[in-house]
């Protein structure tokens, strides 16, 4: 009787399991990537006016990208968000030249990077600086009070250079949430873009909807660089897009 | 023995009921007018328990019922004061009965008993990581993946956890913990001699930690999440409202001014709130006092966060009178039972935290699993906490003992 008992558990719990399997490749060989990202987490009050002269007057339009290693993805980079950006920006803006640089500053705080802006910037001459940052500060745990001086500084001398700024912040990694401590980072990003009326691309927030959507499974390791590939894909059109909003280019200025 | 070794949760309050007649005469520290334990204390610290909890597990549903969401302050606020109240009222009342040398050694044996806590958690955190570093091979998060690098020097990552500089993340709360009891002997022995002058050094040392930039250093760099200076603040607070502080303040807390202005503070709070998760209100918040108001320290105990526990802890204790029926109630009696072996709970909510980001991990369910874990995580709390207390009130040898205490086995949470 016992045994029986044991038997059914068993065969529900293996049936269970295999539905389970079963289920997940299927949702995972699904070719169309569906990413959409809510609007309001597009949506930013700052404009970036050098972006928009510059479409407007037949410029082209220089972006350098700044960042650590989340801006890449290892041995992928024509993979990786700057150059899905790049594409989606000259996909949008047809009539632009959209010229695309990324320095990568592995392992560099927000104040080691800031120290270097104004030099990267005169000799890249840029329309439009993207600066990922806080992960490297986050890891290693920097004072948030330095941290926020850093990016001060560091928007300080962009603006003062005569770049358009946006700001990216962390991204959203379930896995190491109970290891690294995001929150006072991902804060002072957000007080400092308010302060300096500088649009923030809240990476940490749209892959936090991604994961909950269901679009991406942000937890599981077994994906290997597919997922990353997929993701940076995403976040480069998403990041395309807010950077077309910020500037107020309708699709009027896009044709 | 037992009743040295667990003072806070509880059993010890029937041993200082006996001796609370003498204490009352003497003039030095005002004790609290009747003895009882405080149950709207062990609720509270129940409640904040349990949002501590589910604060630590990744975003669910349930988080949106934390209060961290409504307002400034959150559970660590509500953990710390109500700390401060209970270690006042059982150590002060051991310093008067037993003298400072003994209360001292009381405190000092808590102290450890909180230490090896801490030590054990990060025994538990140093095996999820190593297990993560080992298998986790994601190249999107490679940059996140550097916060093992601390992995690589495990002889002096130890030797900084065990001298409480390196903690990983949700495990700040108990080395603040240690080193306010560890100064608990001198503030009660402060308070025995002022209570009032007291609780000004404290707001002097608040005020100069703001002025001064006053902080622990944590390792590998950077400073303690929790700074002591600024958040003895909230522990010395509570223990002077527990040592007579809350009774001279019953005036002021039962007039309609103090209700109102509590409430027009929770509510712009609240407004203030709302604008960082639907920026599309973000323009209710004048610019103005957003840059003088910004950002809200947590680390320093922002005064905007002191202030939003001060209100809430007004209207609560407005609307929630001490004798009210309800906290008798048979619904109440799990969170009660967690706010009363407040330790281990706090312990295990963070071991179950733990445990839960690695389920999560694993599993890779959606947002039922989330519920589901969280939920569980709560229900196992609970069902330790009664364990505990059945072991206090029933296993232990000296189980009747207690019970000839009459209805104070009752009142320090051992009928259930």
């Keep these: 009787m016992k045994s029986g008992l044991w038997t059914v558990l068993g065969v529900t719990l293996a049936a269970g399991l295999a539905s389970y399997l079963a289920a997940a490749p299927a949702r995972a060989s699904d070719p169309e990537q569906i990413c959409d990202v809510p609007a309001n987490l597009l949506s930013t009050d700052s404009s970036l006016r050098k972006v928009a002269e510059a479409v407007q007057n037949g410029q082209p339009l220089n972006v350098l990208v700044i960042g650590s290693r989340s801006s890449t993805i290892p041995s992928s980079e024509a993979s990786a968000y700057p150059a899905k950006l790049q594409a989606a920006l000259k996909e949008s803006l047809p009539t632009t030249t959209v010229n695309l640089s990324v320095e990568l500053q592995g392992a560099k705080t927000a104040g080691d990077t800031a120290e270097t802006l104004v030099k990267l910037v005169e000799t890249k001459r840029p329309t439009l600086v993207i600066w990922q940052t806080g992960t490297v500060d986050a890891i290693r745990s920097t004072d948030p009070d330095d941290f926020r001086s850093a990016l001060d500084a560091g928007i300080g001398a962009l603006q003062q250079a005569g770049t358009d700024v946006v700001l990216v912040n962390l991204q959203y990694s379930p896995r190491t949430e109970s290891m690294i401590s995001g929150s006072p980072y991902l804060d002072n990003m957000r007080v400092s873009a308010q302060e300096h009326d500088v649009p923030l691309f809240d990476r940490f927030a749209i892959m936090h909807h991604w994961n909950d959507a269901g679009d991406f499974d942000l937890f599981s390791s077994a994906h290997g660089v597919e997922l990353a590939k997929r993701v940076h894909a995403c976040l480069g059109r998403a990041l395309s897009k807010f950077v077309i909003d910020a500037a107020h280019l309708g699709p009027a200025q896009q044709n | ?416």
Aim: aromatic letters at 14%; proline letters at 5%.
């Design chain 2, 1 to 416: 023995m037992t009743s040295i070794a667990d003072p806070i949760s509880g059993t010890q309050i029937a041993d200082a009921k006996d001796a609370s007649g003498a204490v009352a005469a003497a003039p030095a520290i005002t004790m609290p007018a009747t003895s009882e334990r405080e149950l709207r204390l062990d609720l509270f610290r129940g409640l904040a328990l349990w949002l501590i909890f589910i604060d630590h597990l990744p975003t669910n549903i349930l988080t949106w019922f934390t209060i961290r969401n409504y307002g400034f302050s959150d559970a660590t606020e509500i953990f710390i004061f109500i700390s401060g109240y209970t270690a006042a009222f059982v150590y002060g009342r051991a310093m008067h009965q037993a003298g400072f040398v003994v209360a001292t050694a009381r405190i000092l044996r808590r102290v450890w008993q909180i230490y090896v806590a801490h030590v054990f958690l990060f025994t538990i955190f140093l095996a999820e990581i190593s297990y993560v570093a080992t298998r986790f091979e994601n190249p999107l998060y490679s940059e996140e993946m550097g916060i093992m690098d601390f992995l690589k020097q495990p002889d002096v990552t130890i030797v900084q956890a065990l001298l409480l500089r390196f903690r990983p993340v949700n495990m700040d709360v108990l080395p603040l913990y240690i080193v306010l009891m560890l100064f608990l002997p001198l503030i009660l022995w402060l308070m025995k001699w002022r209570t009032d002058i007291t609780l000004a050094l404290s707001v002097a040392l608040y005020v100069l930690t703001w002025h001064f930039d006053l902080y622990l250093s944590a390792y590998p760099n950077g400073v303690w999440a929790f700074n002591p200076f600024a958040w003895q603040l909230l522990f010395v607070f509570g223990a002077w409202c527990a040592l007579g502080g809350a009774r001279r303040m019953s005036r002021i807390l039962a007039s309609p001014i103090t209700l109102w202005i509590c409430i027009a503070y929770l509510f712009a709070a609240f407004l203030v709130t709302l604008s960082w998760y639907l920026p599309q209100i973000g323009h209710i918040v004048p610019r103005r006092i957003e840059q003088w108001m910004y950002p809200i320290n947590k680390t320093d105990l922002d005064v905007l966060r002191f202030a939003h526990f001060l209100a809430l802890a007004a209207i609560t204790v407005r609307i929630l009178p001490k004798d009210w029926p309800g906290l008798k109630s048979p619904w109440l009696r799990p969170l009660i039972l967690c706010g009363q072996h407040s330790l281990e709970i706090f312990c295990l909510g963070v071991f179950l935290a733990f445990a839960g980001h690695f389920i999560l991990a694993e599993v890779s369910g959606g947002a039922g699993t989330h519920f589901l874990v969280s939920v569980t995580g709560i229900v196992i709390m609970c069902a330790m906490a009664w364990v505990i207390s059945w072991y206090k009130h029933s296993a232990d040898k000296g189980a009747a003992r207690y019970k000839s205490a009459g209805g104070n086995a009752d009142l320090a949470g051992g009928a259930v």
